[in-house]
């Protein structure tokens, strides 16, 4: 039995660890670069309000302040597929993160 045991964990374990990533390519052609990110009132208003319903349903609001926007970018792609979100709300979420993210 506690073979049995041991087998079943090293198997979900190869299949966890082995599972794709975010990867650079992925990051790109979610997220948008920060030289592309809208900086309107009404679509940082729009990502403030995923961020506060969509975002808040796994874990609390984040301080974005503590990293720039390119450091946050791989974040943003990994969660918004989570999310499921489409292209539109990904620009808005992108941009409440950029509007809060550290100059």
């Known amino acids: 039995m506690k073979k049995v045991a041991a087998l ?3 198997v979900a374990t190869f299949v966890v660890a082995c599972t794709p990533k975010a990867s650079p390519s992925a990051t790109e052609a979610l997220i948008p670069a920060e030289s ?3 900086t309107d009132k009404t679509t940082i208003d729009a990502g403030q309000v995923i961020s506060s319903t969509s975002c ?3 874990h609390r609001e ?3 302040s503590r990293a720039t926007y390119d450091e946050l970018r791989p974040v943003l ?3 918004v597929k989570k999310a499921k979100l489409d292209e539109k709300e990904i620009q808005q ?3 409440y993160v950029h509007s ?3 100059k």
Do not use: G, L, N
């Open 8 to 10: 079943f964990i090293a």
């Open 36 to 38: 592309r990110v809208k």
């Open 56 to 58: 808040t349903k796994c």
């Open 62 to 64: 984040k301080d974005y």
């Open 77 to 79: 792609a990994s969660m």
């Open 93 to 95: 979420i992108s941009a």
């Open 100 to 102: 809060k993210a550290k």
